[in-house]
């Protein structure tokens, strides 16, 4: 079964600081690895999808990278703003339906 | 368009008792996920249904919850006879196909007393 682990489960930086989440998997055989915001209360909204050929994307002041031989993926937040104070999830797909999500990294940015 | 909508927001009910739980996906989307979302957990996968093939049921707990996706849109979870342990937030998600980002609607909120 895949595990998917997010490193580390809390940050609080100050505003204006880059910052970076990790994500790492156990299966590498992944199909794609996507990136989620999830605010207090609120679903899912996706940042970033990354397929399997690709190494990374960028949207904003955010990139994502993908290793897949490493199972490991990151989340440069640049600039990071109090707004973009949420948890952070990451997961990955593998050859069938069915999505592996990691327990998120909670991220405070302080004004 | 609209987003992904679910409904009811908020559901409490007592231990024993049947719930439905709706999800409208966006429109044109054929790929229709449901998850849940306990307290301190990650996300878990339920069950997927992509047009007209038979779902994926293999993330459902237990023979108590079971989905349905009428006309290839709106989809129900049923959980039936709930236990305090389906507490929890239950996700509705749908994509475009099965290789594109995933669009979630906000979640019910599940309370069994």
């Known amino acids: 079964k895949q595990e998917v682990t997010q490193i580390p489960a809390a940050l609080s930086v100050p505003e204006g600081e880059n910052l970076v989440l990790n994500c790492s998997f156990t299966?590498?055989?992944?199909?794609?690895l996507q990136w989620f915001r999830q605010d207090p209360g609120k679903g899912l909204t996706s940042l970033l999808l990354?397929?399997?050929?690709?190494r990374e994307q960028t949207s904003g002041r955010l990139n994502a990278s993908l290793d897949k031989s490493s199972g490991r993926s990151t989340l440069y937040i640049a600039a990071s703003q109090p707004g973009d104070s949420a948890t952070y999830l990451c997961a990955v797909r593998l050859s069938g339906n069915q999505f592996y999500f990691g327990t998120g990294t909670s991220l405070t940015v302080i004004p | 368009g609209a987003g992904v909508s679910q409904s009811p927001s908020n559901k409490v009910t007592e231990k024993g008792k049947d719930v439905e739980l709706r999800c409208d996906p966006i429109s044109g989307h054929t790929a229709l996920y449901w998850y849940r979302q306990s307290l301190g957990q990650g996300l878990e996968f339920l069950i997927y249904?992509?047009?007209?093939?038979?779902?994926?049921k293999s993330g459902l707990p237990s023979d108590r919850f079971s989905a349905e996706r009428t006309g290839g849109s709106v989809s129900t979870l049923t959980i039936q006879r709930t236990q305090q342990e389906d507490s929890a937030v239950y996700l509705c998600?749908?994509?475009?196909?099965?290789?594109?980002?995933?669009?979630f609607g906000p979640g019910t909120r599940l309370l069994v007393l």
């Open positions: 990354i397929q399997s050929s690709q």
């Open positions: 249904f992509q047009g007209n093939s038979a779902p994926d």
């Open positions: 299966d590498s055989a992944i199909y794609n």
């Open positions: 998600a749908s994509s475009s196909s099965v290789q594109e980002t995933q669009y």
